[in-house]
């Protein structure tokens, strides 16, 4: 449950986050059965928080939501305690088939300062592409 903010217009403000757009789809390419890591900053999304009582603070959580071919992991979570989360790397493992799709959610919870907090989130997709 959000707290309520009165203004000094009488207003309210509740807490609130919003996440722009969703990273575009990652291409990881490589030979078979040879490890492909994303670099930090491909993977680039940032959370907006309005609202509540300042200041605010960010936690960012990634959750597999699908990995066909099982080639799929994270590599580093990097720093997770930003508005702006963009050090986030993911490893492929390249299958000799092509193209597996995979999908990471990510996830954004904003806590403020009398400890409310509000969450969004955005999926990605992954494809391992052989070479």
Known sequence: MAT?????FGGSSPLEISIAEPPPPLELAGTASSNVDSNSGQIDVTAVASGGTAPHSYAWTVTEVSDSASCLSVLSAG???AARYSTLTIRSVT???PQPDGQYRLTCTVTDGVG???AASVTFDIISVPI
């Open 4 to 8: 309520i903010v009165i203004n000094f």
């Open 79 to 81: 720093t997770q305690n």
């Open 95 to 97: 299958p000799s088939s």
């Open 116 to 118: 409310d907090t509000e």
